[in-house]
């Protein structure tokens, strides 16, 4: 883990296996949200263990449908980012674009869910202070709500130099750096979603 | 130097170190009044000795990041500054505010001053770091927005790098975080709570953004390390800081009747400010192994990697030990804070400014690097200054621990008065390394004076002999 790995990463030609996907540096990012997270829920599960009954009663009134819908999204925006990163390296520029701005969609389909399910809990007066349940609730999914942003801008930067042609078969590990944080963010998803919405 | 302009830098520069110089003073002062409490009494009481000497930090530290950005805009904006005459007149109208109000505390009793600056007309004074007069706050805004604009016309009109858009985020986040310091609510609750967003968010955030830029800069300078490889690391750095530091200022919400999800917020993402000081560490260090050229400047590179470890230890680790809710129930407003102040300040923001002084002075006074004696006594006062401030954190944590036991945690407590004696020997100690640190100060700023031989370095030699 130094300066020059970071430097041998970017310079390495695509054909040589690396350790890591996309730019060295995005992992350190990755792994201090991860830690972020994982600190987050490990918060989420000590308490909940002091207050099942509670937890479990307040679970009910989440929309896990609406959770449901937000999961296949996500995932379905990461197989898009896959896609797209399968199309660059046959050099199909195209399709390549077609798929991120389809990831981006997804990431916007998720967001308005999410938004709806928010204006729904609001408007029952639910906030961060109603119970330790509900503060749970709110500041875990929005702070992922915050990362699912930061996600897209990644990829809509990504997808603009794109257009622009500046990735192709030998060099796009710039779409590599941006599809590794969104399956961050899709992943963060896939265990925060169980987590709060289902396990009981 | 590349261009004309950058020397404005001096003027700032020397303003700061002699301010600093008056800190420190002032810092020995008051740490004798923790023992003899009436000694300067009624001339200097204790309550003004305190804002002198945090007032004073806060306004070298400034002077330090406009001459710092003075120096370092227009070489990576690849021009000469927008207005280097604007410059001058902002430096002597911060000057003659910040003499003027200083002045003002000692001469006067607070409350007069309060009344000769018409504080009723707009009342900002009375809360901790921010006791200046609301005329002066005014000046304090007018020479930011004068500097920010600058500063910002440079930058934008020339080469955009980096570094000098991280450094211009920083000193926006500055200027605009301080208008926090005119909404004084009645409410004494939202009161402190906007309070923080003035000093929490200066310190643990936008000013994290200033040191990483600064330290990159000197950094690049040093080494030779590719500009890629170096904003690489600036990039994951800010963004950590900035995810950590925002919400985490919630460490500071815990017990000031805000709600309780305050408790779990700001012990989450406070527990992960350390990471952008421990990042910056190994970038510093990584930086420096896989350095391409040797400078001759030896002690600005001794103050680059000092300043990373000791804002990973200051700002990091002992934020870290009294950062979460539980543990700060016993610990908040004890030296432990003392202890985590002091060695967060110098870790991370004096010694960054004294690193891009010490690469920059010897460079505006026409040489590559001071003199070899000169930085032998510059980098004696790096040791005496940072070893006694080690010892000053380790003293006035081993007073906090004391305290909390003694004060708070044991099943007979005992009053603040009766537990501050118990404290004594500690206090002693601490004063003893505060001392060694004056000493280490006063070197320092012999360094400046200090002749001797130009350094040359032997692949200097032999290019100059082929």
């Known amino acids: ?200 | 130097m590349k261009y004309e302009s950058q020397s404005v830098a001096m003027l700032y520069f020397i303003a700061a170190i002699g301010l600093f110089v008056g800190q420190i003073l002032f810092g020995v002062i008051l740490g004798l009044q923790y023992v003899m409490g009436d000694f300067l009494f009624p001339e200097i009481p204790f309550n003004v000795a305190r804002m002198v000497h945090t007032n004073l930090l806060i306004v070298w530290l400034l002077f330090g990041f406009m001459g710092a950005a003075y120096y370092l805009v227009p070489e990576e904006s690849e021009r000469e500054l927008f207005s280097p005459m604007l410059a001058k007149i902002m430096f002597w109208i911060f000057l003659a505010a910040g003499a003027l109000t200083i002045l003002g505390y000692l001469l006067v009793p607070y409350a007069t001053l309060a009344e000769i600056t018409m504080n009723d007309l707009l009342p900002t004074m009375g809360r901790e770091f921010l006791e200046q007069p609301t005329i002066t706050k005014i000046g304090i805004v007018i020479v930011a927005l004068a500097f920010v604009f600058n500063i910002g016309m440079t930058i934008l009109t020339g080469r955009k790098t980096v570094i000098s858009l991280v450094l211009l985020t920083g000193l926006v986040g500055l200027a605009v975080f301080f208008l926090f310091s005119f909404y004084v609510p009645d409410n004494l609750v939202l009161d402190k709570y906007f309070w923080w967003f003035v000093v929490h968010l200066w310190v643990e955030g936008v000013w994290e953004l200033i040191m990483a830029s600064l330290l990159a800069y000197v950094l690049i300078k040093v080494t030779g390390v590719d500009r890629e490889v170096i904003e690489k690391w600036l990039y994951i750095i800010i963004a950590m800081a900035l995810i950590s530091g925002i919400l985490g200022t919630g460490h500071h919400f815990f017990w000031i009747g805000t709600p309780g999800y305050w408790l779990w917020i700001g012990s989450i993402f406070s527990a992960l400010e350390p990471i952008p000081f421990f990042m910056m560490t190994l970038f510093a260090f990584n930086v420096v192994n896989k350095r391409r050229r040797d400078h001759p400047n030896k002690a600005a590179t001794l103050w680059a990697l000092g300043t990373a470890v000791m804002a990973f230890l200051g700002a990091g680790v002992w934020g870290f030990l009294h950062t979460l809710a539980p543990v700060n129930f016993y610990t908040h407003g004890t030296q432990i804070t003392a202890a985590h102040g002091h060695m967060a300040f110098y870790g991370a923001y004096v010694m960054v400014v004294l690193t891009i002084i010490s690469y920059s002075m010897p460079i505006m006074r026409g040489q590559k690097a001071g003199n070899a004696t000169a930085q032998i006594v510059e980098m004696w006062s790096f040791w005496l200054m940072t070893v006694s401030m080690v010892f000053i954190t380790l003293f006035l944590t081993g007073a906090g621990i004391l305290q909390v036991y003694l004060q708070r945690y044991s099943d007979t407590p005992m009053g603040f008065m009766a537990t501050q004696e118990k404290l004594e020997l500690f206090y002693w100690m601490r004063e003893g390394a505060g001392v060694i640190f004056l000493i280490g100060l006063i070197l320092y700023v012999t360094s400046f004076f200090v002749k001797g031989k130009e350094v040359v370095l032997l692949e200097d030699r032999v290019e100059a002999g082929a």
């Open chain 1, 1 to 200: 883990m130094n300066a020059a790995i970071i430097n041998e990463n970017t310079e390495s030609s695509p054909d040589e296996p690396r350790l890591l996907p996309g730019d060295f540096a995005i992992w350190f990012f990755i792994f201090a949200e991860l830690l972020v997270f994982g600190i987050a829920f490990l918060s989420y599960a000590v308490v909940r263990v002091q207050n099942v009954e509670m937890f479990n009663q307040y679970q009910l009134t989440l929309n896990r449908e609406l959770g449901a819908a937000n999961t296949l999204l996500l995932i379905t925006a990461s197989y898009f980012v896959v896609r797209a990163i399968h199309a660059i390296r046959l050099d199909d520029v195209k399709s390549c674009i077609k798929w991120l701005y389809a990831s981006l969609g997804c990431g916007a389909g998720f967001l308005l869910l999410k938004s709806l399910e928010y204006y729904d809990k609001f408007s029952e007066g639910i906030t961060l202070s109603t119970n330790t349940f509900y503060m749970f609730y709110l500041s875990l999914t929005m702070f992922h709500f915050l990362h699912v942003i930061l996600g897209m801008i990644i990829l809509f930067a990504v997808a603009i130099k794109a257009q622009r042609g500046g990735y192709s078969a030998r060099d796009h590990i710039g779409i590599e750096t941006g599809a590794s944080y969104w399956h961050m963010v899709d992943l963060v998803w896939i265990i925060l979603f169980p987590l709060v919405y289902i396990i009981r």
